[in-house]
């Protein structure tokens, strides 16, 4: 689940979830041009007008964000209902005044500061009916009172919220994978059921807690899996398929409350643990490697990236290739890799890798697969791996070789450990990621083609 993005048209239902009623597909922008219209009066303060225009948006962003309907099964992101949503009225005039606030501010939505879903920023009129979030009604006296919008919002929703603003706008996908999700596989969309499943459990105890939720669908992930089934009256096949997916889905969102003004929140620590902060000039370690190698592999099919040299440590020419990168995608030319810089940038190296066929020849250099490899992991990148490694103990007989077998098993964890240890790598000591592949493929490079590996010639590692 990543970092919330304006999605280019939102589909609404016109009536009640489950009335027997049309589907309408609108732009974001004309749905909250049509809401806007038919909430609150054009003749209101402008203050007032846009911050009811930016709980407005929060609420929609909300419903989309969290999947709310869709999770359900239903083929809609939010109805016309207020009972429900908020009243969207199909083919009404769209007020000028309204429609120009729209424009500008459309793409900008309500969050608490640490928490990344959009505010659900309930309302009401608050005089014939209250709640506890914004009273429009009320907006409006405080707006005549030369309170700006979200000082506004403020009163409502507290001090605590942080208006986000210029949020890309981007084409929607729902977030359940292509595939059924098995024992064995590995990635983002296992880790991000691992972390859902181990916060139901607080909930629901009776699911085990998974543990490490690496992204490793190990058979700790199976069991989970199956108890959440059996508990939610699904097939309790241990397999995470659209409908378990989208149960999973629901549940997690319903126990976090991320459907209500006073929701438990949801931080980037609760979706992932390979991006956890922010990285900009000054920055160094592990995760500047990361992205210094997808930038410089990214560069050699995409001529706008500028490479970044990989040494680990985030300086003025590791912001210039981060800028290029955002500029090629239309991300906002901060030069820090954020969230959605860190998500695109993944996103962008894995497709090109996709391409690829992973099959050994001597010489021939690989990319990372795009996945972390551990123990218990099978595949072509693991045989590749292997025989890396194999070659590099002609060597270095400290790193002891292994059959190629294509499974990643205790004594290639054991070669990995040594590989790392020889060559002071940061991180778990038997776990693969971008750098470590990076390194291991450097140096096999560099002595099939006769190279002798000295010290210094790897910035950032220390070669014995």
């Known amino acids: 689940m990543p970092e919330p993005r304006i999605p280019e048209q939102i589909v609404v239902h016109l009536g009640a979830p489950d009335s027997d009623a049309m589907n309408v597909t609108e732009s974001f922008a004309d749905y909250i041009k049509n809401v806007a219209s038919s909430e609150i009066y054009p003749t209101w303060p402008e203050e007032a007008l846009r911050a009811n225009i930016l709980a407005q948006i929060s609420v929609a962003l909300n419903r989309v964000y969290t999947e709310f309907y869709r999770s359900r099964g239903y083929n809609f992101d939010i109805t016309s209902s207020p009972a429900y949503d908020q009243t969207y009225v199909y083919g009404r005039d769209i007020f000028s005044n309204i429609s120009e606030i729209v424009d500008e501010i459309f793409n900008s939505y309500i969050r608490r500061r640490d928490f990344i879903e959009p505010l659900f920023a309930e309302f009401c009129d608050g005089v014939e009916v209250n709640c506890n979030g914004l009273e429009q009604w009320g907006s409006v006296e405080l707006a005549e009172q030369g309170l700006n919008a979200f000082s506004i919002l403020q009163r409502y929703y507290g001090n605590d919220i942080v208006l986000e603003e210029n949020v890309p706008v981007e084409n929607f996908s729902e977030s359940a994978p292509a595939v059924t999700l098995r024992e064995g596989d590995t990635g983002r969309d296992v880790e991000l059921i691992q972390r859902k499943l181990n916060r139901i459990s607080a909930n629901f105890p009776g699911i085990p807690k998974i543990y490490p939720a690496d992204g490793f669908f190990g058979p700790s992930t199976t069991d989970a899996v199956r108890k959440f089934q059996e508990v939610f009256d699904l097939e309790d096949d241990g397999l995470v398929g659209r409908a378990t997916w989208n149960q999973i889905q629901f549940i997690y969102n319903a126990v976090k409350r991320l459907y209500a003004v006073n929701s438990e929140g949801l931080r980037i620590t609760d979706v992932t643990t390979r991006y956890t902060e922010t990285l900009s000039e000054g920055s160094s370690g592990e995760g500047v490697l990361t992205i210094q190698y997808y930038l410089s592999y990214i560069a050699l099919f995409v001529p706008t990236v500028i490479a970044a040299a990989m040494d680990g440590s985030f300086g003025p020419a590791t912001t210039n290739a981060v800028r290029s990168f955002q500029r090629t995608y239309g991300l906002p030319e901060t030069g820090e890799v954020d969230r959605a810089t860190w998500d695109r940038m993944e996103n962008v190296y894995y497709d090109i890798v996709s391409e690829i066929d992973y099959e050994f020849y001597g010489g021939r250099i690989l990319p990372f697969p795009g996945r972390v490899l551990r123990e218990g992991i099978e595949g072509n990148d693991v045989r590749v791996l292997q025989e890396y490694l194999n070659y590099i103990s002609n060597t270095y007989p400290e790193i002891s070789r292994v059959s ?38 450097d140096i096999y490079d560099d002595l099939y083609n006769g190279a002798s590996v000295n010290e210094g010639q790897y910035p950032g590692y220390e070669i014995s």
């Open 404 to 441: 190629v077998d294509g499974v990643f098993g205790p004594s290639t964890a054991e070669q990995v450990r040594q590989f790392k240890q020889l060559f002071d790598l940061p991180g778990d000591p038997d776990r693969v990621n971008a750098p470590v592949w990076n390194s291991i493929a």
